[in-house]
């Protein structure tokens, strides 16, 4: 049974800093492509950033700069380091994961395992 868990969200005020982790329980295949996604409410869900296997990284232009995405592979745990923060921000934050190993700028509908959610405000 896969189960990803997010975690380290809250409120902060703009130009703060918070890190989201994403801890994954079960086998998907042995390296996954995994990406963090966030959603405000009356908006889609957009793809924030993005980690292949081999560990290249891709990210929308809205964040570009201030997001980093990275992994543990030894603690099976996804990361998104989230610097100057603005309220522009504030969302419902998911990391993904899918049974391929590149999927950089891929819609949500195409992923299949998704976290509960963590909350992010910006004020």
């Known amino acids: 049974h896969v189960q990803l868990v997010e975690s380290g969200g809250g409120s902060v005020q703009a130009g703060g800093s918070l890190r989201l982790s994403c801890s994954v329980s079960?086998?998907?295949?042995?390296?996954?492509?995994m990406g963090w996604f966030r959603q405000a409410p009356g908006t889609e869900r957009e793809g924030v950033a993005y980690?292949?296997?081999?560990?290249?990284?891709t990210y929308a232009d809205s964040v570009k700069g201030r997001f980093t995405i990275s992994k543990d592979n030894a603690k099976n745990t996804l990361y998104l380091r989230m610097n100057s923060l603005s309220p522009e921000d504030t969302a419902m934050f998911y990391c993904?994961?899918?049974?391929?190993?590149?999927?950089?700028?891929?819609?949500?509908?195409?992923?299949?395992?998704w976290g509960q959610g963590t909350q992010v405000t910006v004020s």
């Open positions: 980690i292949d296997s081999d560990g290249s990284t």
């Open positions: 079960g086998y998907i295949i042995s390296d996954p492509c």
């Open positions: 993904a994961a899918e049974r391929v190993y590149r999927c950089g700028n891929w819609r949500w509908t195409h992923f299949g395992y």
